[in-house]
């Protein structure tokens, strides 16, 4: 049995939830769910119609109602039992904590989180629809606790820190094209084990101690998992 107290992190993106039914943030054509990302995921795209902003996010999150966890979400929660485990993720979904993983850290933001439109200091939990007239704290529109496109990631910081002290670091269900979260394993220690999953891991060009594992999310987790509990 491994040391319980050795730290693991989980960088996780889209990939992951998909086996859920979840789509990925954005498919080969620049759309996500019949949406030019532009008109959905930018502080230009709220300024010009809040309104469509409000419902994307409000079918987003109807569909998370609809979905379960799966087995990688499931693996990645298992693993406690022998690591001090830490998930940095790309996700807005919850099923990285429904799964029953003790540390989530959401990059980009949380589909049950809401804040004001002002400012980034007003953020509550919110499971249903947002619409215009949802006042925050503040007086301002809320609007979904999404980091959009050309805005800050405020968590980066914490992420490298977690990043810089990990023994091991799975990567699962990202295609490592989003910065800055894309760059995070690049922050581990020399030492640090590192573990790819993506089916397209075998054209990826990573360092060579990062070990590639060609499977989607839940194969390839399964596979880490058997051989980092043995």
Not at 42 to 57: C, E, I, M, R, S
């Amino acid at each position: 049995m491994k040391d319980q107290k050795s730290s693991l992190v989980v960088l996780s993106g889209a990939g992951i939830s998909q086996e859920s039914g979840i789509a990925t943030f954005r498919d080969a054509d620049g759309l996500w769910e019949g949406h030019d990302v532009m008109e959905v995921a930018t502080p230009q795209g709220w300024k010009a119609n809040p309104g469509l902003v409000l419902d994307f996010y409000n079918q987003r999150r109807a569909q998370l109602r609809a979905v379960k966890p799966n087995q990688a979400h499931q693996l990645c929660q298992a693993l406690e039992a022998y690591y001090d485990v830490h998930i940095i993720t790309q996700n807005v979904d919850d099923l990285h904590e429904r799964a029953g993983s003790s540390h989530v850290l959401h990059l980009h933001g949380e589909l049950l989180k809401a804040r004001s439109s002002a400012s980034s200091d007003y953020v509550q939990q919110w499971h249903d629809d947002i619409r215009l007239g949802d006042l925050a704290e503040d007086g301002s529109q809320l609007r979904p606790h999404i980091v959009w496109f050309g805005e800050d990631v405020p968590l980066l910081e914490q992420a490298v820190d977690i990043c810089a002290k990990a023994r091991t670091i799975i990567i699962v269900g990202t295609s490592l094209q989003v910065y800055p979260a894309a760059s995070l394993y690049q922050y581990a220690r020399p030492d640090a084990e590192i573990y790819y999953i993506d089916p397209q891991a075998a054209s990826a060009r990573l360092p060579d101690r990062v070990r590639l594992i060609p499977h989607v999310a839940t194969v390839g987790m399964k596979q880490v998992y058997d051989h980092l509990s043995a």
